[in-house]
């Protein structure tokens, strides 16, 4: 294929055409463009040294495989309908003349399209010195077949390469890079009670009715942990988490919409819940819960943690107040926890959990510290933290490996 027939479909793409927007592939296009412009050797070693750089800047030499995995995890119209059902003839034929393409031309090197621009011999030697990327066959378009039947399991776009996200203050999705790698094999303690989010999670994933989920009870029971060690478990088969902030609830019915036609299950994560009375969003979650014309989609739960049974501050003042119909706002006040679906109560342990929690970490970090003066010394650790806690016991079992007690 000669270069300028190169450059046009890669200028033509379609269903791929979001490729063009990556910086390497952008910069490849211009290297292309270039050559097919019939360009002279200054400005062919300025657009070759320009996408060399940008691949080498994304920590490989591999330009196919950098291709091939841009393809796999592109968002397009494709991986959305197949992810739904069965394309159209005219996007399935579009979709593998595309693959077609992409997968020739992946697999070639820096002299290949020398060759291709119609550059003789004495040319192609005066260009020797530029550095040659690695260039294979990679079987693109069987493995993006088989992606295509896992589209409800690994996602598309950033969803694929990222399993917990934030929302920005104009309700953008941000994948978070780094997310807590905490899993449910690192959380002594409280298994009863993770068992039945575990379970009302594997619902939503096996596309069952799922319930909203609020974990309540003391700090530094682990409620938080328990819903990112849950992800981070269950990401594999197609769960991924948004965490939102309190003051963002009211951009939650727009997202909600965006993530219903989404293949992926979705938990929208809201940490350390709580309201004043005169609190605005205290109905917007009220109606995002229970109650809106537009109802929740299937693929989409929302999971709570709160230090508060019933979500919203109340004082005495409250109660003496001069509202005429004091029974009815106290009871809307209380109602925004009812609409929870799985409410799970997470008490501050007792001495004995509180003990085995403490031994199930220090051999988890592997601590050769006698139980007893475990024990012993954890107690009195919890005495000064202000009371026995997973989070209390953790600090102490990593102090203990630091040698600071």
């Known amino acids: 294929m000669k270069i300028q027939d190169l450059s046009a479909r890669l200028a033509g793409l379609a269903v791929f055409r979001g490729l063009l927007e990556d910086p390497v592939i952008a910069a490849y296009a211009h290297f292309i463009r270039t050559l097919a412009g019939g360009a002279g050797r200054q400005a062919i070693c300025e657009a070759a040294g320009q996408f060399e750089a940008v691949l080498f800047g994304a920590d490989?030499?591999?330009?196919?495989?950098?291709?091939?995995?841009?393809?796999l995890e592109c968002e397009n119209i494709c991986a959305r309908r197949a992810a739904r059902g069965a394309l159209s003839p005219v996007l399935e034929k579009a979709l593998d003349d595309e693959l077609q393409f992409l997968e020739t031309l992946s697999a070639m090197?820096?002299?290949?399209?020398?060759?291709?621009?119609?550059?003789?011999?004495?040319q192609r030697e005066e260009l020797a010195?530029?550095?040659?990327?690695t260039a294979h066959s990679t079987g693109l378009a069987a493995s993006y077949e088989d992606r295509l039947s896992e589209m409800g399991r690994r996602g598309y776009g950033m969803f694929a390469r990222h399993h917990v996200f934030m929302l920005s203050e104009d309700g953008r999705l941000i994948p978070v890079r780094h997310p807590d790698p905490q899993r449910l094999a690192d959380l002594p303690g409280?298994?009863?009670e993770r068992e039945k989010v575990i379970a009302n999670t594997k619902a939503l994933l096996a596309g069952l009715p799922a319930n909203n989920v609020l974990l309540y009870g003391d700090a530094g029971t682990g409620k938080s942990s328990a819903v990112k060690a849950i992800v981070n478990e269950y990401a594999p088969d197609g769960l991924r988490l948004v965490e939102v902030k309190k003051n963002q609830l009211y951009l939650l019915p727009d997202l909600m919409?965006?993530?219903?036609?989404?293949?992926?299950?979705?938990?929208?994560?809201?940490?350390?819940?709580?309201?004043?009375a005169n609190d605005d969003n205290f109905a917007a979650l009220k109606a995002i819960l229970e109650g809106s014309a537009g109802g929740r989609a299937d693929n989409i739960?929302?999971?709570?943690?709160?230090?508060?049974?019933?979500?919203?501050k109340e004082t005495m003042s409250d109660r003496t107040g001069d509202d005429?119909?004091?029974?009815?706002?106290?009871?809307?006040?209380?109602?925004l926890s009812a609409r929870f679906g799985l409410i799970v109560t997470f008490q501050r342990p007792d001495k004995a959990l509180y003990s085995q929690i403490l031994l199930d970490l220090a051999r988890q970090f592997g601590l050769s510290i006698p139980p007893e003066q475990l024990i012993?010394?954890?107690?009195?650790?919890?005495?000064r933290a202000g009371g026995r806690s997973p989070r209390a016991a953790k600090q102490f079992i990593e102090q203990c490996r630091a040698g600071v007690v």
């Open 324 to 335: 005429i119909h004091e029974a009815d706002t106290r009871q809307e006040m209380m109602s």
């Open 376 to 383: 012993t010394m954890g107690e009195a650790f919890a005495i």
């Open 129 to 133: 010195f530029l550095p040659r990327w």
């Open 109 to 122: 090197s820096l002299d290949d399209l020398l060759l291709a621009a119609g550059l003789n011999a004495d």
């Open 257 to 276: 919409d965006k993530l219903a036609a989404n293949p992926l299950k979705f938990i929208l994560f809201i940490d350390d819940l709580s309201f004043a």
């Open 190 to 192: 409280y298994e009863h």
């Open 60 to 71: 490989t030499d591999d330009f196919s495989e950098y291709l091939s995995a841009a393809v």
């Open 301 to 312: 739960a929302v999971y709570a943690t709160s230090n508060r049974r019933h979500l919203v």
